[in-house]
C-alpha cells in the first residue's frame, strides 16, 4: 500500500518548453518518461525516489528492476502512473507524445524538456538539479561535460556523413535536431544537413549525396553488421561505420563519455 505523499512545499519553475511548473520540493516520487534523463536521476543519487520509468529506460540496469515499468515514450500507461501517485513527472517534447502529457499535466506537475542542441542539454541538466534539490551535482555534471567536449581538438578534416536512424525505410537525422549538433563536434558535416528534423530518404538521393561516410546508429534501429553490405552496394565510395547512438542521442549524463568517444571515432582508420 502507498503511503500519500509528504507535505513538501512548492517550487515553481519553467521548463524547456517555457511552461510554468509548481513541483513539490523536494519531489519524492518522480515518474521519469525518457530514458537519457531516467539515467541522469540515477547519476544525480535520485534513484530511490524513481517509482516509474519507461520500458526503454536501460541504464541503469536495475533501473526497471527497482521502479514500475510504465510502458514506451510514446505509449505510456496513464493507470499505472496514477497508482504511483507521482509528484513530478519529467518528459521531453520530442521522444514523448503530446495528447499523452497534456493529459498527465491536468492531474500533475509535469517538466518537460526540449533539447536541439548541447547547450540546450546541458542547461536541461542544470534545471533538473535544481528541481530536485541537486543544484550542486548536476551543475558539477554539466560543466564536466561542456569541458570535455570544448577540449576536443578540431577535426584535421570535415568528413561528410550521413546518419541512419531508421531502416525500411531509410531515414536520417537531418538539421535541428540534437544529433546535428553533436555530429559537428565529431568532426563531420552532415550530408543531409540542408534538410530538417528526421526526413526518409531514397537510395537515389543518398547515392546522389554521396558522403565520406555512411554512419549506422546502434539505435533506434538496431543497425548491424549485416547491414554493412547493403549501404556498401548503395554506396560503394563510401566508408559505412556502425556507432553508438547513445553517444550520438543520449542527453544526459552519458554525455560524460561522449568526447572521449569522438575522440576513438577520429583515430580510427
Same mark, same amino acid.
Request: glycine content about 6%; charged content about 20%; overall charge negative.
Given at each position: ?19 510554468r511548473?509548481?513541483v ?34 536501460v541504464?541503469?540496469?536495475h533501473a ?8 514506451g515514450t ?38 518537460m ?20 534539490s ?7 555534471? +554539466?560543466?564536466?561535460? !561542456?569541458?570535455? %567536449?570544448?577540449?576536443? &581538438?578540431?577535426?584535421?578534416?570535415? *568528413?561528410?556523413? @550521413?546518419? #541512419? ?43 546522389? +549525396?554521396?558522403?565520406? !561516410?555512411?554512419? %549506422?546508429?546502434?539505435? &533506434?534501429?538496431?543497425?548491424?553488421e *549485416?547491414?554493412? @553490405?547493403? #549501404? ?7 566508408e ?30
Open positions: 500500500m502507498l503511503l500519500p505523499p509528504l507535505p513538501s512545499l512548492p517550487l515553481t519553475v519553467t521548463d524547456q518548453m517555457g511552461r511548473v509548481a513539490p520540493f523536494p519531489p519524492r516520487r518522480i515518474v521519469s518518461l525518457v530514458p537519457s534523463q531516467t539515467e541522469l536521476l540515477y547519476d544525480l543519487g535520485l534513484g530511490d525516489r524513481v517509482v516509474g520509468v519507461t520500458k526503454f529506460c541504464h541503469p540496469a526497471r528492476e527497482k521502479a514500475t515499468v510504465i510502458g510514446k505509449n505510456f500507461h496513464l493507470e499505472k502512473i496514477e497508482e504511483l501517485q507521482p509528484d513530478l513527472i519529467i518528459g521531453n517534447k520530442e521522444e514523448n507524445y503530446q495528447e499523452g502529457i497534456e493529459q498527465l499535466a491536468t492531474k500533475y506537475p509535469v517538466w524538456s526540449d533539447i536541439t542542441t548541447l547547450d540546450e542539454s546541458l542547461d536541461m541538466i542544470r534545471r533538473v538539479g535544481l528541481l530536485t541537486r543544484k550542486e551535482q548536476a551543475d558539477a555534471l +554539466a560543466s564536466e561535460i !561542456q569541458t570535455s %567536449l570544448a577540449a576536443l &581538438p578540431p577535426a584535421a578534416e570535415l *568528413k561528410t556523413a @550521413a546518419y #541512419f536512424i531508421w531502416r525500411k525505410p531509410y531515414m536520417v537525422a537531418a538539421n535541428g535536431t540534437f544529433i546535428d549538433d553533436l555530429l559537428a563536434r565529431a568532426g563531420f558535416q552532415n550530408a543531409f544537413g540542408q534538410l530538417s528534423r528526421y526526413p526518409e530518404i531514397s537510395a537515389d538521393q543518398l547515392r546522389a +549525396a554521396a558522403p565520406q !561516410q555512411i554512419l %549506422l546508429s546502434s539505435e &533506434p534501429y538496431p543497425f548491424s *549485416k547491414h554493412l @553490405a547493403e #549501404f556498401q552496394e548503395l554506396c560503394p565510395a563510401s559505412i561505420r556502425i556507432v553508438d547512438g547513445e553517444l550520438f542521442s543520449w542527453y544526459g549524463s552519458r554525455l560524460r563519455h561522449t568526447a572521449s568517444y569522438f575522440q576513438r571515432l577520429r583515430q580510427q582508420p
